[in-house]
């Protein structure tokens, strides 16, 4: 299985942009968010389609330097995302923060997510946050965190609960100096 981690640009922003109303299906079982009344999973009824979604998500291909969209591969199938901000996007003691990150269902459990996970923390240096949500229905996806950076950074980590700009999360936080 060859795992491939590739930042992406506007000629490619669609894939990730197809990936993401999975993404957001995905979060709306941790967190118990519904759709709104398009069909739609964002807060607001004014988005009416995906392709006004997508129009939010422009941002991400507009700040080069700034924002990395990262597509992970496997085999050449589009499998998920990993999209790294850095400042303004990130807190003050922090140089990259995992803002989102996906992986489809059918690459789950084979060791893909922790393996582009890795690749993604080796392409920048400093200090690092991700946050997750800390409720017990997303228990699977604290263990990944936990273990994916523990094994990456030899158990050199600070984990915290905490209140952050979304709300109380599970915070990581390291530095691969």
């Known amino acids: 299985m060859n795992i491939e981690v590739r930042l992406t640009d506007k000629d490619e922003a669609y894939i990730i942009k197809n990936l993401y109303p999975l993404y ?17 999973f964002e807060d607001s009824n004014s988005f009416t389609t995906l392709t006004d979604q997508y129009d939010i998500q422009n941002v991400w291909w507009e700040k080069p330097g700034c924002l990395y969209p990262f597509l992970i591969l496997v085999d050449g199938i589009p499998a998920g995302f990993d999209l790294i901000a850095t400042h303004p996007h990130c807190s003050n003691e922090t140089d990259y923060f995992v803002n989102d990150f996906f992986l489809l269902q059918p690459f789950r459990g084979k060791g893909v997510a922790e393996n582009a996970a890795i690749q993604v923390f080796e392409k920048f240096k400093g200090k690092w946050e991700l946050f997750t949500n800390p409720s017990e229905k997303n228990i699977a996806g604290q263990k990944f965190w936990r273990r994916t950076i523990s094994i ?3 158990n050199n980590f600070h984990e915290s609960s905490g209140a952050t700009f979304d ?5 990581f936080r390291f530095s691969n100096n």
């Open 24 to 40: 957001l299906h995905d979060l709306s079982g941790h967190h118990g968010t519904f759709p709104n009344t398009h069909g739609i």
């Open 152 to 154: 990456y950074t030899k």
């Open 167 to 171: 709300g109380d999360k599970l915070i």
